[in-house]
């Protein structure tokens, strides 16, 4: 559960109650008037109500310039109340994160910061020291501080939500990542003279082959990112960062491209291309699945348009991309 707090004038107390007791508030209680004229109301929420008594209280108290809402978290109640069987399979079937507590957990993985860029790098040189030294313990350490997931993620947030800020932000701060990670692997791969006649490295050389198995991986990587997240379960994204897999490509990319491997280079290449289309059309259409979406109608329409188009986009790449394979293993294999 979560409780929301409110400020509010007296005069919204009888709106704020209505809603209390139409939504099923396991509680409601009001304090008294402060020095501003505002009353302090909180309602305890079950997390199958959350989001539907946020827009309540957004249609009750968007035109108030005095009025505030906070959602808190409850880490125990007591005494537990029993569950219905009805409130069970409603709780079953509802998403538990809210609409809000999504944008405010993924928008931060979209911003480009000295943070980000730092993790980027340091991810990147873990990760090409451990596919050169086929040490695959390292490269599992880089897959899980990389934060390369997170502005993919948010940039299917912001296609869900029709909100072209969010999907810009993501979009530079996806990019950026990748051009980082990328320049300093060349830069490597320069620098760390690479004997492929004798060269053995495993995770290396793995990364230069793409089949359909990397395009369902990836695929389900995205899905299973979105469900962590709408379920509230963020923890479960350090599997998905290990499975997914988005650094090492890109490290293997740069490295090949700095020994002047093109061949191998453009397997690490298909590979990349494949993994970042898979995460974002998964991402996209689990969001839709989900339920993710604007609250005005204005907005639902825009959303509605701006991911139909997207998804459209995202599936002919994959359908570009997944030909060039064919036509990458039919070369190598007449």
């Not at 069987?85 to 709780?91: G, R």
């Not at 300093?184 to 003279?193: E, H, Q, R, T, V």
């Not at 290396?204 to 395009?215: I, M």
């Not at 298909?270 to 969001?287: D, E, G, T």
């Amino acid at each position: 559960m979560k409780i929301i707090q409110i400020l509010a004038d007296g005069s919204y107390l009888s709106a704020l109650k209505n809603i209390a007791e139409k939504l099923e508030a396991a509680d409601y209680w009001v304090g008294p008037e402060g020095q501003d004229g505002r009353h302090e109301i909180r309602l305890l929420v079950k997390p199958e109500k959350r989001q539907d008594t946020l827009d309540a209280l957004q249609a009750a108290l968007g035109n108030s310039e005095s009025a505030k809402w906070f959602l808190l978290p409850v880490e125990a109640a007591l005494p537990r109340a029993e569950e219905k069987e009805s409130d069970k399979k409603e709780k079953a079937n509802a998403m538990t994160a809210s609409r809000e507590e999504l944008y405010n957990s993924i928008e931060k993985s979209a911003r480009l910061d000295s943070n980000f860029l730092l993790l980027v790098f340091l991810s990147t040189v873990v990760v090409a020291i451990g596919l050169l030294e086929d040490n695959i313990a390292v490269v599992i350490g880089a897959m899980v501080i990389a934060p390369l997931l997170g502005p993919n993620i948010a940039l299917a947030l912001g296609t869900a939500l029709g909100d072209p800020s969010l999907m810009w932000k993501s979009l530079k701060t996806t990019l950026a990542g990748l051009a980082l990670a990328l320049g300093l692997s060349f830069l490597i791969g320069m620098l760390w003279p690479l004997d492929f006649a004798s060269f053995e490295s495993k995770e290396l050389l793995t990364r230069t082959y793409v089949g359909l198995d990397s395009a369902a991986l990836a695929f389900a990587s995205g899905a299973a990112a979105v469900l962590s997240l709408t379920t509230g379960l963020p923890s479960v994204l350090v599997g998905v960062m290990v499975a997914v897999a988005l650094l090492p490509p890109t490290a293997t990319l740069g490295l090949m491209l700095g020994a002047g491997d093109w061949e191998l280079a453009t397997g690490a290449g298909l590979l990349l291309a494949v993994n970042i289309v898979c995460v974002n059309l998964a991402a996209k259409i689990s969001f839709l699945f989900r339920g993710i979406k604007p609250r005005t109608w204005l907005e639902k329409q825009k959303a509605r348009q701006s991911m139909t188009l997207y998804i459209i986009i995202w599936i002919l790449s994959l359908a570009i991309l997944l030909f060039a394979i064919y036509l990458r293993q039919e070369a190598a294999f007449p």
